[in-house]
C-alpha cells in the first residue's frame, strides 16, 4: 500500500488523474446545459394543451417516461452499439455524450414540469384573460417563478449526475474512472487507486451539493418588499 | 451498415435474459429495505443523538451521498483483495448498495420525520395518547404521507441501479444481456429487450407502490 502511495504522488500521475477528472466535469457540463434546454422544451410540449399538438405531448411523455425507467449503463449500451451500426468508426465520446444528454433530458424534464406547475392556477387564469399567448405566460408569468423550484431540484440531479458519468468508463470513454482504471491495470495497488478516484469524486460532488442546500435555503426564504 | 436486427438468432437465450429479472428484483428488495432500516436508524441518531453520535451520523450521510456507487463498488471488489479481503460479487453489490443507499435513504426519512409538528404532538399528548398510539396514528401517518412519493422514486432508483452489479459479474438482467450479447453478437437485439424488460419492471413496481399507498396510507401517488 505504501508503494502504492508512492507510485501515485508522482506528478505525471496526478496530472493524469487530474485529465480524468476534467473530462469528467466536462461530461456532466455537456450533459447538464442539453439535459436543461432539451428538459424544458419536453417540459413545455409536455404542460401544453390542444388536441393538434397531442402526438407531440404523447411523444415527450414516453421519451421521458422510458428514458427514466431504464438504467444508465443499458442506455449507454444501446447507444454505443446503435452508434457502431451506423458509423463504424463512433467516436466513444460523443456515444458517451449522446447516452448522458438522452439520460439528463428524460430527468430534466420531470424536474422542469414540477417547476412549470408550481405556480399557481389563479395566475395563469389572470394571464389568459388579458390576452397573453402561451409563450409570454411562461415567459413572463411562470418562469421567474418556476426557476427557485427548479433549480435547488436541478442542482441535487447535478449531484448525482456527475457520478453516473463514471460509467462511460465502461464504454471506453477518458474520465475520472477510466484514468483510475488504467492506473489500477498499470500495476498501482486498486486500494489506492480507487480510494483517490473516490477523493476525487467527492471533491466534485461535496462544493456541488453544499452549493445546492445553500441556494435552496436561500431561495425558500419568503420575498420581502425594498433592499 | 453491415448491421441487421435477427431477433431469430437470440430467441432460444430470451427465456434466460428475461430470467434475470429474479436477481434484479430480489436484490432491489433486499438493498431497499436494508438501506431503509439502516437509514431509518441513521435518520433518528442524526435527530435525537447526542452532539458526537449525531455529527457521526451527518458525516456517514455527506460521505455515501457524496460517493459514486460504481467507484465503491469497485473498490470493494477490487481494491480490497490486495488487503485481503476477498468479497464475492453478492457480496460486494450489497455491502456498496446499502452503504450508499443508507444515506439517501436517512436524508429522506429525516425530512419526513421533522415534517411531524410539535403542535400535533401535543394535541395527541393532551388527547391521552400512550408514546406507542402518538407513534403510530400521528407520526407515522405523517411521515409515510410526505415520504411516501421520494420513497418509490428511490426504489425505482435502486432498481435501475442494480445494473451496475452486472459489471463485477452478478447475474441479472443487464449482466445476463452481456453474457449473451458476448455469445452471440446480438447486441442490439439483447439490449432492447433487456431495455423492454426494465420498463416493464419499473412500471410494474411504480403502480404497485402506487397502489400500496393508497390502500394502507391513503395517500395518492402518480405513477405516470
Aim: proline share 4%.
Amino acid at each position: 500500500m505504501i508503494d502504492g502511495l508512492e507510485a501515485l504522488v508522482k506528478p505525471s500521475t496526478l496530472m493524469f488523474l487530474l485529465r480524468g477528472a476534467g473530462m469528467t466535469l466536462l461530461l456532466t457540463a455537456i450533459g447538464c446545459s442539453v439535459g436543461l434546454l432539451a428538459g424544458f422544451v419536453l417540459a413545455y410540449v409536455r404542460t401544453g394543451s390542444g388536441w393538434v399538438f397531442a402526438p407531440l405531448r404523447w411523444a415527450a411523455t414516453l421519451f421521458v417516461e422510458v428514458f427514466r425507467r431504464i438504467p444508465f449503463l443499458v442506455t449507454l449500451f444501446l447507444v454505443l452499439y446503435a452508434a457502431q451500426m451506423v458509423v463504424p468508426r463512433a467516436s466513444l465520446f460523443w456515444v458517451a455524450v449522446t447516452a448522458i444528454c438522452l439520460m439528463s433530458s428524460a430527468y430534466m424534464a420531470e424536474i422542469m414540469r414540477a417547476g412549470l406547475q408550481s405556480v399557481p392556477r389563479a395566475q395563469l387564469d389572470a394571464a389568459i384573460v388579458l390576452n397573453f399567448s402561451r409563450w409570454q405566460l411562461t415567459r413572463m408569468v411562470v418562469l421567474p417563478q418556476a426557476w427557485k423550484v427548479i433549480l435547488p431540484s436541478a442542482i441535487a440531479y447535478i449531484v448525482m449526475f456527475v457520478k453516473d458519468t463514471a460509467l462511460a468508463s465502461q464504454a471506453g470513454v477518458f474520465e475520472l474512472m477510466f484514468a483510475g482504471k488504467a492506473l489500477a491495470n498499470r500495476g498501482i495497488d486498486p486500494f489506492v487507486v480507487f480510494g483517490a478516484v473516490l477523493l476525487a469524486y467527492f471533491a466534485i460532488s461535496w462544493p456541488l451539493a453544499r452549493f445546492g442546500r445553500y441556494l435552496e435555503v436561500r431561495l425558500s426564504r419568503p420575498v420581502t418588499g425594498g433592499k | 451498415m453491415t448491421y441487421s436486427l435477427q431477433f431469430g438468432q437470440i430467441m432460444r437465450d430470451i427465456p434466460y435474459i428475461l430470467g434475470g429479472a429474479w436477481p434484479t428484483l430480489w436484490l432491489t428488495f433486499v438493498i431497499f429495505f436494508a438501506a431503509a432500516a439502516l437509514g431509518l436508524f441513521i435518520a433518528l441518531v442524526r435527530l435525537r443523538g447526542g452532539p458526537v453520535t449525531s455529527r457521526l451520523a451527518g458525516l456517514w450521510v455527506t460521505l455515501t451521498t457524496n460517493s459514486p456507487l460504481f467507484v465503491i463498488l469497485f473498490f470493494l471488489f477490487n481494491g480490497l483483495p490486495n488487503c485481503g479481503i476477498l468479497l464475492s460479487p453478492i457480496a460486494a453489490t450489497l455491502i456498496a448498495f446499502i452503504a450508499i443507499s443508507s444515506g439517501y435513504l436517512a436524508e429522506i426519512q429525516r425530512g419526513g420525520i421533522q415534517s411531524v409538528r410539535q403542535s400535533e404532538l401535543d394535541a395527541a399528548e393532551t388527547l391521552g395518547m400512550s408514546r406507542w398510539q402518538t407513534v403510530r396514528h400521528v407520526i407515522a401517518r405523517h411521515v409515510i404521507k410526505t415520504v411516501s412519493p421520494a420513497l418509490s422514486n428511490f426504489f425505482i432508483f435502486t432498481m435501475l441501479g442494480t445494473s451496475m452489479a452486472s459489471l463485477v459479474g452478478v447475474n441479472e438482467l443487464t449482466g445476463r444481456a452481456i453474457e449473451v450479447t458476448s455469445r452471440t453478437f446480438r447486441s442490439i437485439e439483447v439490449f432492447s429487450i433487456v431495455a423492454i424488460a426494465y420498463v416493464v419492471l419499473s412500471l410494474a413496481a411504480s403502480m404497485a407502490l402506487a397502489l400500496v399507498g393508497r390502500m394502507l396510507f391513503r395517500v395518492r401517488m402518480r405513477v405516470v
